[in-house]
């Protein structure tokens, strides 16, 4: 692949620019921050230096350039990260930049669904009469048919299994697709299927609807997980809802298919659905990169109320806002907007109470106050961020008119006993090999002082793995050491991107590269001393040992005779 392209490619996509149109960037000092989109955290430790173009998370260690966290964020490969940005700038990239081994496992499972996706759009519009008439009196438009890919499975056992053979998929890698079952047979039968897009728009999963209740098996089948999908880490709709939700500032979670499909129809283009299931923490930390403020707009019965209230408490404990959505006990968001029209919906937005007050409010549940307290006592004791914690305490105490005191007494009698272990939230720096640290960042930080290190020392002088390939990495590229976001792109490792991103980010140290040199030096003459004394332990009478070490005396006596003195013996 042509370097040059590459490095053309990351000089006209600014880094904040990119990172910024999928995460909300504040501004501090010279840098900007955010909440690490790569892992869950409470306080902003994602950093991104718009003078170095690159970014790094001082919780979880993540880092690199502007392609790999379109690659790492998109969980695409590296051409497709390139081919993503060279048309964000402009840039033509020939089809040759592709790969031209061997598709990876995973890409052929991406590659089967997207084939499947399509199948089943073509049965839904060539031979799915009877579910286009179920999703005409549902009022599901043929532009929205066609923008999600709707489809429908046929009543078949085998008609997607021979529509991939015939497509030239191995049949080897069918069952680890998820698409049939045990037997082989085609998992979805006679169902209107919905395909699930990751957040980077590739269908990774399907949930099939029966079209008849006398059809056997459960109202939704849904795919298990493969190695492309992890059920409760997705949400119906993100791909296509996502940079509106960040524009906004806010989002709309709804339960179902439909329920999505008609809030997007009707402008709500702010919307995800949870896919039928219990909001999880991982969804949820998805949902924080693009906003902190959340809407619940779940099923107006009590199992669906039920459901919005331990997921507003969940929502409150990653420490972002919710409020509830309270529709009537027998609508769900499908039904509402066609009953009374998106202008009331509008209405019931706006009218959304935060999680204290909807529980008091609440007549549908069926539980008295002292239950209703019980519930938020039981959402408190499992948050534990003391802000959202404090924040919860004082909405219960307001709308319940109770004293805090008492709040905070009744919460503390139902703390568990047992402390959690700290979250380790920084990665271990290495600090035992700070000598080896220091003669990077000066190289770094200067690379006109590689010759006078190479000179003198050389890799087998770093005793860390990782450190020893920091240094090889500067040997073999020093002519690009002013380029580091380019550098990165040409390093596989990813634990060795994220040190040298760190080493990138930080701040040069006071001694110099005299004294650097001589430190690593010493430290090697000493590793041998002990290894030569050890042996003569062993071997009293060998001449050799003794002028072995006589030669090794005087190599350090060279570097340093003040070190030796405290040290030889």
Do not use: W
């Amino acid at each position: 692949m042509d370097q040059h392209l590459i490095d053309e490619i990351i000089e006209r996509n600014d880094i904040v620019d990119v990172i910024n149109s999928y995460i909300p960037l504040k501004k501090t000092g010279s840098n900007f921050k955010a909440r690490c989109p790569f892992h869950d955290e409470k306080t902003a430790s994602f950093v991104v230096s718009p003078k170095k173009q690159i970014y790094k998370c001082f919780g979880c260690g993540k880092g690199g350039n502007v392609i790999t966290y379109v690659q790492d964020f998109e969980k695409i490969s590296f051409p497709e990260a390139l081919k993503k940005l060279a048309a964000r700038a402009g840039i033509t990239v020939q089809q040759s930049m592709q790969s031209k081994g061997k598709d990876s496992k995973r890409d052929l499972i991406f590659k089967i669904y997207d084939l499947t996706t399509g199948y089943f759009y073509k049965n839904l519009v060539e031979h799915g009469s009877s579910a286009l008439e179920y999703l005409a009196e549902r009022k599901i438009t043929d532009e929205t048919i066609k923008k999600f890919k709707l489809g429908f499975a046929l009543n078949s056992y085998g008609g997607l299994r021979n529509y991939l053979l015939k497509n030239d998929i191995n049949e080897k890698i069918l069952a680890s697709t998820g698409l049939f079952t045990s037997n082989n047979s085609d998992l979805f039968r006679e169902r209107i299927m919905f395909p699930i897009h990751s957040s980077s728009g590739k269908v990774v999963a399907f949930g099939g609807r029966k079209l008849h209740e006398s059809q056997s098996g459960g109202k939704y089948v849904n795919s298990p997980t493969t190695e492309i999908y992890t059920k409760g880490n997705e949400l119906y709709g993100l791909f296509d809802t996502k940079y509106t939700i960040s524009k906004k500032d806010y989002v709309l979670i709804c339960e179902g298919y439909t329920d999505f499909l008609r809030l997007y129809e009707n402008g709500y283009t702010n919307s995800v659905a949870s896919l039928g299931t219990a909001l999880t923490d991982s969804q949820i930390s998805v949902l924080s990169r693009f906003t902190e403020n959340i809407f619940m707009l779940y099923d107006g019965d009590g199992s669906g109320r039920k459901a919005a209230v331990r997921a507003a408490g969940k929502i409150l404990g990653k420490g972002c806002n919710v409020k509830i959505i309270g529709l009537p006990e027998a609508e769900d968001p499908d039904s509402y907007i066609r009953n009374n029209g998106a202008a009331s919906m509008q209405k019931m937005i706006d009218e959304a109470k935060p999680l204290a007050e909807f529980l008091k409010d609440d007549e549908v549940i069926g539980v008295d106050k002292k239950g209703k307290l019980s519930v938020l006592f039981d959402i408190l004791n499992e948050i534990d961020d003391e802000v959202a914690q404090e924040l919860l305490t004082q909405d219960i105490a307001e709308t319940f008119g109770l004293s805090g005191h008492a709040v905070s007494s009744k919460i503390r009698k139902k703390r568990r006993t047992f402390k959690k272990e700290p979250e380790i939230t920084e990665v271990p720096k290495m600090e035992q090999f700070t000598e080896e640290r220091d003669i990077i960042l000066l190289i770094i930080n200067n690379q006109s002082l590689y010759k006078k290190v190479a000179q003198e020392i050389d890799s087998s002088y770093f005793l860390t793995g990782k450190y020893r390939k920091i240094y090889e990495i500067i040997s073999e590229q020093i002519e690009n050491m002013d380029n580091i976001p380019a550098l990165i792109s040409k390093i596989d490792d990813e634990s060795i991107r994220n040190l040298l991103t760190d080493l990138s980010m930080s701040e040069p140290p006071t001694q110099t590269i005299d004294d650097a040199i001589i430190t690593l030096k010493t430290r090697k003459f000493h590793l041998k001393l002990k290894a030569i004394n050890e042996k003569i332990i062993q071997d009293p009478t060998n001449r050799e040992l003794f002028a072995k070490k006589s030669e090794l005396k005087k190599e350090i006596l060279k570097i340093n005779r003040k070190v030796v003195r405290k040290t030889l013996y």
